[in-house]
């Protein structure tokens, strides 16, 4: 039980409704957030560089273009 408390809530993304995300962009962001590579994130995600790009322009549509770049 909360008990009266809030959730923290990310202050960089936008308000995202639950049931216009697409859960299939999920592995594709995991991959990507462990290889930190797109490249290396298509290929653990069987997928094309080019289809890569367009889930992650997909993603940063959905979440307000908060996607890490580069190595974290």
Same mark, same amino acid.
């Given at each position: 039980?909360? $008990?009266?408390?809030?959730?923290?809530?990310m202050s960089l993304?936008?308000?995202?409704? @639950?049931?216009?995300?697409?859960?299939?962009?999920?592995?594709?962001?995991?991959?990507?957030?462990?290889?930190?590579?797109?490249?290396?994130?298509?290929?653990?995600?069987?997928? $094309?560089? $080019?289809?890569?790009?367009?889930? @992650?322009?997909?993603?940063?549509d959905m979440l307000?273009?908060?996607l890490p770049v580069?190595?974290?």
């Amino acid at each position: 039980m909360l $008990s009266g408390r809030r959730i923290v809530r990310m202050s960089l993304m936008r308000d995202v409704h @639950l049931r216009n995300l697409d859960l299939n962009l999920i592995y594709p962001l995991h991959a990507l957030l462990e290889e930190c590579q797109v490249t290396r994130a298509a290929k653990r995600s069987f997928l $094309s560089q $080019s289809a890569m790009s367009r889930a @992650l322009e997909r993603l940063r549509d959905m979440l307000g273009d908060h996607l890490p770049v580069g190595r974290i």
